[in-house]
C-alpha cells in the first residue's frame, strides 16, 4: 500500500481543506502517514499570507525529499494560486494544483501504482476562481477532538495587504443542507464540538439563511455539544450573534476578531472597513453582553508608515481591551497588493523589536485571563494524548487546561477545578462530580 503524508500550512480553512484530501487518499488506497516520516507522496497545503509561509513550504519539499527521494509532490492551496510561476522552478514538485482545483487533487494524481517522479510539473490552474456557493465534493477525516467544519470561502474585502481575495476569490457559501449533513456526519462519528471555518464566515449568506440562521440549525443537531466560531471580521459581528452567544447553551463564548492596527491612520492605508473607536464599542458592546468571552486578535507591525507612534497606539489598545492573547505579524510586502506600493516601509529591524513588545502583552495578557479562573470549576473537552503526565484539553472561552491524569480523556467533557496558572494555560485537577459552570466576574 502507497504511503500519503499531508502537511498544511497556515489557517484552520487550510486545515479543513487537508482533512476532506486526508479522507479522499484514503479512500483511494493511501496508507496515511505523519509528515516526516517516509512516504510515497506528500501534498502541501500551502499559505500565501506572509513570505515566510512561502519560505515554509520550500522548505517542507526539500525536507521530504532527503528522506524521501522519490516521493512525488503535490503542491496546493493559496501559494500554488498565487505563486504558480515560482513554484515551476522549485526542483522535485511534481503537480501545482491552484485553488479552484483543489478539492479534487486526488483526482489528478497518477495511480498510486503509478506513481513516479515528473521531468517537469503538471500544472492545473485558473486566474479566477468560480463565484457560486458550493458544495464540497468529499467530507472531512479530522484528526483532532474538534472537527473543522467549512461554511464559507473567499474575501471581497480587499485589503491592502492581503492576497486572500487573489488566492481564493470572491465570497462564497456552502449550500446549508451539505453543511448541516456533514456536521451530523461527524457529530455521529463523536465529534462532540464543530468549529465553524472560512475566510470571511461572518458573510455566510445561503437562501435566506445568515449565520446565525446557520448556528441554529446546526444547535438542533443531537448530541454536538459545542459549536465554535473561528477568525471573524469586526464588520460582520451583528447584536443577533453577539444575543445568540449571550444565550446560547452550544455556541461557544469566544471570539476571535482581527484588530490590525489600533491607529485609524494605518487601519485607513490598510483598507480596514472600521475605526479605532468602532472596534473598542463593539468589544464593549460584547464583553457586556457574555462577561466571560473569550477574546482573541491579530494585530500586525510594520506595516508601511507605522511611526512609533501609531505604534504606540496599537500598543495603548491592545493594553486597554480585554483580549485573552493576540496573534502578532510582521506585515510581509505582498507583490500584487496595494500595500506594496506604499511608501515609508518600516525596517525589518524596527518591526521585529515591536512584534517581540506585543508578543510579550500577549504572554501576560493570557496570563492574566487564566488567572480570573482560580477557583472556578470549568467544563474541559480534552483532547487525545497525554504531555509529560498531563492530558490537555480546552474550555468553551478558549482557556487551555492542563490536569495531572493517567487516565485517558480524549474527547470527553469533564468538570476541572482550576488551580494555578502558566503563561501558556491553566493548571487544573478533575472534580469528582458534575458541578454547575462557576464563573468569576472580570475584574
Same mark, same amino acid.
Given at each position: ?13 487550510n486545515?479543513a ?106 500544472? +492545473? %490552474?485558473?486566474?479566477t476562481?468560480?463565484?457560486? !456557493?458550493?458544495? *464540497?465534493?468529499?467530507?472531512?477525516? #479530522?484528526? /483532532? ?17 492581503c ?9 462564497r ?64 459581528i ?5 444575543d ?10 469566544? +471570539? %476571535? ?6 491607529? !485609524?491612520?494605518i *487601519?485607513?492605508?490598510?483598507?480596514? #472597513?472600521? /475605526? ?94 487564566a ?22 484539553g ?10 495531572p491524569? /493517567? ?37
Amino acid at each position: 500500500m502507497k504511503r500519503a503524508s499531508l502537511h498544511t500550512l497556515g489557517c484552520r480553512l487550510n486545515q479543513a481543506e487537508t482533512a476532506v484530501l486526508t479522507a479522499r487518499l484514503r479512500r483511494d488506497g493511501y496508507r496515511i502517514v505523519e509528515f516526516g516520516e517516509l512516504t510515497d507522496l506528500l501534498v502541501v497545503n500551502t499559505c500565501s499570507v506572509t513570505e515566510e509561509a512561502e519560505r515554509t513550504c520550500r522548505y517542507v519539499i526539500r525536507k521530504t525529499l532527503k528522506h524521501s527521494p522519490d516521493a512525488f509532490v503535490a503542491v496546493t492551496g493559496c501559494y500554488a494560486q498565487t505563486g504558480v510561476q515560482e513554484l515551476r522552478t522549485i526542483p522535485g514538485i511534481d503537480l501545482i494544483v491552484g485553488n479552484q482545483f483543489k478539492g479534487d487533487l486526488p483526482s489528478f494524481l497518477p495511480a498510486p501504482h503509478s506513481l513516479k517522479k515528473q521531468p517537469d510539473p503538471e500544472v +492545473l %490552474h485558473t486566474r479566477t476562481i468560480d463565484r457560486e !456557493d458550493f458544495i *464540497l465534493p468529499e467530507y472531512g477525516d #479530522p484528526d /483532532s477532538t474538534r472537527a473543522l467544519l467549512k461554511i464559507q470561502d473567499g474575501c471581497n474585502v480587499m485589503c491592502s495587504f492581503c492576497l486572500i481575495p487573489f488566492a481564493r476569490g470572491r465570497e462564497r457559501s456552502r449550500l446549508q443542507d451539505d453543511v448541516i449533513q456533514e456536521a451530523e456526519i461527524l457529530v455521529a462519528g463523536g465529534y462532540r464540538e464543530l468549529v465553524l471555518t472560512g475566510v470571511n464566515i461572518g458573510q455566510y449568506r445561503q437562501d435566506a439563511l445568515d449565520l446565525v440562521g446557520l448556528i441554529a440549525r446546526l444547535e438542533r443537531i443531537e448530541g454536538l455539544e459545542r459549536i465554535r466560531i473561528s477568525s471573524i471580521e469586526p464588520t460582520t459581528i451583528t447584536n443577533t450573534l453577539i444575543d445568540r452567544m449571550a444565550s446560547s447553551s452550544k455556541l461557544c463564548p469566544y +471570539l %476571535h476578531i482581527p484588530l490590525q492596527s489600533g491607529d !485609524d491612520s494605518i *487601519l485607513s492605508s490598510m483598507n480596514r #472597513p472600521y /475605526s479605532v473607536k468602532e472596534f473598542t464599542l463593539l468589544i464593549q458592546r460584547a464583553m457586556a453582553a457574555i462577561p466571560h468571552l473569550g477574546l482573541g486578535t491579530d494585530i500586525m507591525v510594520g506595516f508601511p508608515g507605522e511611526t512609533e507612534e501609531a505604534f504606540e497606539h496599537t500598543l495603548d489598545i491592545a493594553r486597554a481591551l480585554p483580549f485573552s492573547y493576540f496573534h502578532v505579524f510582521t506585515y510581509s510586502q505582498r507583490p500584487g497588493t496595494a500595500g506594496a506600493k506604499l511608501p515609508n516601509q518600516v525596517p525589518a529591524a524596527v518591526a521585529r523589536s515591536r512584534a517581540k513588545t506585543l508578543t510579550e502583552l500577549s504572554r501576560l495578557k493570557r496570563l492574566a485571563f487564566a488567572e480570573r479562573y482560580i477557583g472556578s470549576i470549568l467544563s474541559v473537552l480534552f483532547e487525545s494524548g497525554h504531555l509529560d503526565g498531563f492530558s490537555s484539553g480546552t474550555t468553551a472561552n478558549f482557556l487551555r487546561v492542563n490536569v495531572p491524569s /493517567s487516565l485517558d480523556l480524549t474527547n470527553q467533557l469533564k468538570d476541572v477545578q482550576i488551580t494555578g496558572t502558566s503563561d501558556r494555560w491553566a493548571l487544573g485537577k478533575l472534580t469528582p462530580e458534575r458541578h454547575p459552570l462557576r464563573i468569576v466576574p472580570m475584574l
